[in-house]
């Protein structure tokens, strides 16, 4: 099992950065993948980015080359650092972590951190 807790969210105007942090309370060197998703009001979460235990990054279509997502796995915690932000980010970002033992895999996930970009 791991736990998960995002700080970071704020408000933020439109074309500024934010740094989002998931530490966890555990080592996170053999996580298989650890991602932020993001829900908007009234729409599905959706996946931002995600990061494998090697480091192998994968990003929204609607993200790339604005935000980085990044793992320090001496402090157990992923970041995710967004540039360049948009109104259409607003959001409750949530961290998650898939852990996979064998046939069996299980997502946590925290508790989540709002995101509000505004003029």
């Known amino acids: 099992q791991v736990q998960l807790v995002e700080s970071g969210g704020g408000l933020v105007q439109p074309g500024g950065s934010l740094r989002l942090s998931c530490a966890a309370s555990?080592?996170?060197?053999?996580?298989?993948?650890m991602g932020w998703y993001r829900q908007a009001p009234g729409k599905q979460r959706e996946l931002v980015a995600t990061i494998s235990s090697g480091s192998s990054t994968n990003y929204a279509d609607s993200v790339k080359g604005r935000f980085t997502i990044s793992r320090d796995n001496a402090k157990n915690t992923v970041y995710l650092q967004m540039n360049s932000l948009k109104f259409e980010d607003t959001a409750v970002y949530y961290c998650?972590?898939?852990?996979?033992?064998?046939?069996?895999?299980?997502?946590?996930w925290g508790q989540g951190t709002q995101v509000t970009v505004s003029s």
């Open positions: 555990r080592s996170i060197f053999s996580i298989y993948a």
């Open positions: 998650n972590a898939l852990l996979v033992a064998g046939p069996y895999e299980h997502a946590y």
